[in-house]
């Protein structure tokens, strides 16, 4: 158990719809990164907030949003959802910004399936 | 040309052999050097990290880097079939943080 955790496991939505994700990281972490994982594509990053404030983006679709509230919990929010953004979430953490030590800790992901 | 390369196999061996995973990189200011271990439908699990070059032994894991060769190495001893996952290799700059850098991953099969 790595110590992060995100809810919901499974979410199953229609096309168009809205969904958040919610992460908690490890205790002590102050950053938090999200990935979306889907067959093809293997791990994508899609931001990064650290200590309540964006701090990097990668490859995040205008249409997905994310923010870090002073309990440093983490919601990934998803609209006008499509086919091809079903795929695996995945929240990690490190204690800082840059890490120094590069590794990150992984919660188990939440499995989105748009219909 | 992707800063990390790995094959994504599938790679099939028996139990007791003795496993060998690769990555190489373009990126000559990456650092930090790691190993992830993911089971199927799972987070990825942090296995090994080395900082610069060397080898670094873990239980029955043994993680080298070769910077010179931009090459980075996980070796598995006496496999067992637990050990059957995907293995992404990871590694980032001074800097850490999203500048890590994950491999495609590997898809181990250890057959009892």
């Known amino acids: 158990d790595s110590g992060v955790t995100q809810t919901p496991k499974h979410l199953i939505t229609a096309t168009g719809q809205r969904v958040t994700l919610r992460c908690s990281p490890r205790?002590?972490?102050?950053?938090v990164y999200w990935y979306q994982q889907s067959l093809d594509q293997g791990l994508q990053f899609l931001i990064q907030y650290y200590n309540g404030e964006e701090r990097a983006k990668g490859n995040i679709l205008e249409r997905f949003s994310a923010q870090q509230f002073p309990d440093l919990h983490s919601e990934l929010n998803l609209s006008s959802l499509e086919l091809g953004d079903s795929a695996l979430y995945f929240c990690?953490?490190?204690?800082?910004?840059?890490?120094?030590?590069?590794?990150?800790?992984f919660g188990p992901g939440t499995r989105l399936t748009v219909t | 040309q992707k800063e990390v390369e790995q094959d994504p196999g599938p790679l099939s061996v028996p139990e007791g052999a003795i496993v060998s995973l690769n990555c190489t990189y373009s990126n000559s200011a990456f650092q930090y050097f790691m190993w992830y271990r993911q089971y199927s439908r799972k987070g990825p699990e942090l296995l090994m990290y080395t900082y610069s070059s060397g080898n670094k032994e873990d239980g029955r894991f043994t993680a080298q880097v070769d910077k010179s060769s931009k090459y980075i190495s996980l070796f598995i001893r006496d496999s067992q079939p637990s050990d059957s996952a995907t293995y992404l290799c990871?590694?980032?700059?001074?800097?850490?943080?999203?500048?890590?850098?994950f491999g495609a991953g590997t898809r181990l099969f250890v057959k009892a």
């Open positions: 990871a590694m980032s700059p001074p800097t850490g943080g999203f500048k890590t850098i």
């Open positions: 205790s002590g972490d102050l950053s």
């Open positions: 990690a953490s490190s204690v800082g910004a840059t890490t120094g030590r590069g590794e990150q800790y």
